[in-house]
Structure formats: structure tokens, C-alpha cells
């Protein structure tokens, strides 16, 4: 089955740029996701396409995504973005979801 | 506005089954299929399945193959998700999420809406 691999931890001072890598085999062929989740939340959606960004989702989270790899970069993080990151893709019809990446603000 | 309201805590025992709902308001909901992922205590989301309402087809993840059924009644704009056999690591907060169908071939799908999530809790 498909797999998607992410750092269990990323930490970024504020106002840096953090970057959340999420691999998985030739996942540059297919469309990456991103999803926050604060504890006690549901998830929400940050980046779709790759790198589209919802409305609502402040400018400073982009994605991009090319070869077995995709991205999510925070610039000028900021301490509300501290929360799990998770990336997530589609594998003939199936969902997949990376396994987390807490990202810590300090 | 478009929200998911899910139905309460269940405390299950092993073997059981449980049902939880997921209402839709706000939106057409024969236009968007629903898929349900679960989350057990400190650990990461996981893809169960989902359904076309439309179609009333749904697929699973091979994982939960035979185990779960999702259902969906365009009635009352309504999903659920049966799953049966349940075991103590079935324990975790089910979510259902609304899935966006940008394009279905390119398998480019996202989840733009999600229910608050129901815990299940398998204890004997």
C-alpha cells in the first residue's frame, strides 16, 4: 500500500520559515494536501493541489510538490501556527494520509 | 455555511458494532462525497472510506474491507459509518469530511469541511 513519510518533529523560531517535508513514491505524479490540526480540533485545511491556498488561510503557508517529494512552508511563522501537520494524497481511489509532523514555535 | 454535526460518544465492548452519523447542513449534499477518518489517542489520521451519495457507492481502505460500512441517505443529508468486529485499538475519534472533486482522474480530491468527530471508545 502507499505510504507517506513525515518528520515526527519540526521546530522554527517566530517570524522564520519552517518547512514540513511529507515523501512518498513518485508523489510528485499525483496532488498533495495539507492539513492542520490543533489539539483538541478537527483538521483543517491549509494547502489542496499542491499548492493552492483556501480562503481564509493566511499567506504565509505555500506548498509545492515535484518528484517523491512535497512541501508545506510556513514564512514568518507565527506562534498560532504552532499544531500537527499532516500531508495527504490519493492512491487509486484511496486516501492516504502522511503521520504527522508537530511543529513547535520557540 | 456549510456544517458536519456528528453523532455523541459511544462506549463499545469488543466484538460489537457501532454506528455513527454525520448530518449535513448548508450545502447540496448529493454533490459531494463524504469520507470518514479516524484518529486514535496521540496518533494520526487514517483514511476508513467514504461514499457517493449520488451513486450510493462508497469504497473502503483495504484495511477495514468487510468491517466497515458507510451509508449515505440523501433524505435527511445524512452519512454514516458502521464498523463491526470492534477491537480495543478501534478506540479513537471517527471524523467524517466533505470531499472536493477538482479532478476525479487526476485523483485530485481535498476534504474542505470536517465534523467536530465522535470518540469511540472499545472497553470491555
Known amino acids: 500500500s502507499y505510504e507517506l513519510t513525515q518528520p515526527l518533529s519540526v521546530s522554527v523560531s517566530p517570524g522564520q520559515t519552517a518547512s514540513i517535508t511529507c515523501s512518498g513514491d513518485?508523489?510528485?505524479?499525483?496532488?498533495a494536501c495539507w492539513y492542520q490540526q490543533k489539539p483538541g480540533q478537527s483538521p483543517v485545511l491549509v494547502i489542496y493541489q499542491d499548492n493552492e491556498r483556501p480562503s481564509g488561510i493566511p499567506e504565509r503557508f505555500s506548498g509545492s510538490n515535484s518528484g517523491n517529494t512535497a512541501t508545506l512552508t510556513i514564512s514568518g511563522t507565527q506562534a498560532m501556527d504552532e499544531a500537527d501537520y499532516y500531508c495527504?494524497?490519493?492512491?487509486?481511489?484511496?486516501?492516504?494520509f502522511g503521520g504527522g509532523t508537530k511543529l513547535t514555535v520557540l | 455555511q456549510v456544517q458536519l454535526v456528528q453523532s455523541g460518544a459511544e462506549v463499545k465492548k469488543p466484538g460489537s458494532s457501532v454506528k455513527v452519523s454525520c448530518k449535513a447542513s448548508?450545502?447540496?449534499?448529493?454533490?459531494?462525497?463524504i469520507s470518514w477518518v479516524r484518529q486514535a489517542p496521540g496518533q494520526g489520521l487514517e483514511w476508513m472510506g467514504r461514499?457517493?451519495?449520488?451513486?450510493?457507492?462508497?469504497n473502503y481502505a483495504q484495511k477495514f474491507q468487510g468491517r466497515v460500512t458507510i451509508t449515505a441517505d440523501k433524505s435527511t443529508s445524512t452519512a454514516h459509518m458502521e464498523l463491526s468486529s470492534l477491537r480495543f485499538e478501534d478506540t479513537a475519534v471517527y471524523y467524517c469530511?466533505?470531499?472536493?472533486?477538482?479532478?476525479?482522474?487526476?485523483?485530485?480530491?481535498?476534504?474542505?469541511?470536517w465534523g467536530q468527530g465522535s470518540l469511540v471508545t472499545v472497553s470491555s
Open positions: 448548508g450545502g447540496t449534499f448529493s454533490s459531494y462525497s
Open positions: 513518485k508523489l510528485g505524479d499525483k496532488y
Open positions: 461514499i457517493i451519495p449520488i451513486l450510493g457507492i462508497g
Open positions: 469530511a466533505r470531499e472536493v472533486v477538482v479532478a476525479a482522474r487526476q485523483g485530485n480530491y481535498y476534504f474542505d469541511y
Open positions: 495527504q494524497a490519493w492512491d487509486s481511489g484511496t486516501g492516504v
